[in-house]
């Protein structure tokens, strides 16, 4: 088993309402590019929430007293702040200019995934989809092979971002090999593996950033089926150590 | 640009003093398969451990007093906890079954990444190697190809685990494009990525568990030159608001 990573480039720009995956089929159609049903396309959210109108002008966002607060002690724009806070069920960690929040996925990243780069205008902020899993299973209904939906996260203790899954359709997200025995007959008891991320990270390092490659097409990757949602990488709380 | 991921299996069985790069370069030989000095081979921490004899017998160790609480505390084997402590600086969180500590390299995860699994008899363990960087690094000169050696390590917040960075050789381990702008001309602030990482995890995807592919060849990713070590992975502690 080998694994091939194609760049998708040339995607043409996406406005709200447009149907990516009519959008994305167009464009692989165009380039002679098929995807096969054991194929994973990687999306970034960035299209995604474009196509989902998930764009705000921060023009028209007026930000509350919690927010301007917020935003006094970690110098951000007050209106970026009011978007940050909507999209977070709570704040984690603040430092100026950084805000780890949990979003209402549960997803814990900086800014709740509030992104203001690369969305004509610099006043112009995207959010992420607000079902990336439901993104994810429309454009595989569209596209037929497996989606992962892409975004760039920081992580705690490590230098530098990492693209994450934070939408799947298709292969399970999580890989159990709890009970199942390595080559010298040894179980590896506590061993459930996350294939969803390791796509995520191996379809970023095509995607770049400032670059127009908003997909890739991983060929290769024998998934298995299961639990394919974004949702079911959250842990819970209970269960975690550092929330 | 397109990525593309070859498996390497059927290296023999790695022992104690064993020439790991001779050992890799006759297994490529022999299945002629070619490294270009613009690859990465990914080779897992395990096979670089027993090479480095990096392994304890547990009937040889004798624990701590401390090691023998924190052992009951946790319901771990006592001689497994010594062995966890002595390649920790700390000890960052506990419950039963499960230790995360902060190794001497820096690296947070569980056990310090003293690993039962893989090694001929339940009561032998590997630990990671005392620094890898150089272990990557000696693999390169040997190869002549850039070297990343990984770990398979759990995350916060997430379920699952993924395959990270714990040793480079060649590539920077950091993308740093802060300044750089995106195709619109926004400027992209605070973006420095980690390819190291997100290397690591695509090969992962293909070393799986339990089976004998202890490296993968990549080919295909531009690389560029820069720091290339794991040690500047490890986010340093003033800056860190999870320590």
């Given at each position: 088993m080998t694994l091939h990573l194609l760049p998708i480039s040339d995607l043409p720009e996406i406005r709200p309402g447009d149907d990516l995956g009519s959008v994305l089929s167009t464009t692989l159609v165009s380039k002679n590019i098929h995807l096969h049903a054991e194929d994973i396309l990687a999306v970034t959210q960035k299209v995604v929430s474009k196509a989902e109108d998930?764009?705000?002008?921060?023009?028209?966002v007026h930000p509350s007293p919690e927010a301007r607060d917020l935003a006094a002690a970690v110098m951000k724009d007050p209106r970026l702040v009011e978007v940050i806070l909507k999209e977070s069920l709570r704040v984690l960690r603040q430092r100026p200019d950084l805000l780890i929040t949990e979003t209402r996925h549960g997803f814990v990243c900086a800014n709740a995934g509030?992104?203001?780069?690369?969305?004509?205008?610099?006043?112009t902020v995207t959010m992420l989809p607000q079902d990336p899993d439901r993104s994810a299973r429309r454009l595989r209904k569209q596209l037929g092979c497996g989606i992962i939906i892409t975004d760039t996260f920081g992580r705690p203790w490590r230098e530098g971002l990492v693209d994450v899954c934070i939408g799947i359709a298709g292969p399970a997200a999580l890989l159990d090999l709890r009970g199942t025995t390595d080559r010298l007959g040894?179980?590896?008891?506590s061993t459930v593996l996350c294939p969803a991320d390791a796509l995520a990270a191996a379809a970023g390092l095509l995607m770049?950033?400032?670059?127009?490659?908003p997909a890739v097409r991983i060929r290769g990757y024998k998934w298995v089926e299961g639990?394919?949602?974004?949702?079911?990488?959250?842990?819970?709380k209970e269960n975690d150590l550092f929330r």
């Open positions: 998930r764009i705000l002008h921060l023009d028209q509030v992104d203001r780069s690369n969305v004509d205008g610099a006043d040894y179980q590896l008891s770049g950033k400032g670059q127009n490659i639990i394919s949602t974004a949702a079911s990488l959250v842990r819970a």
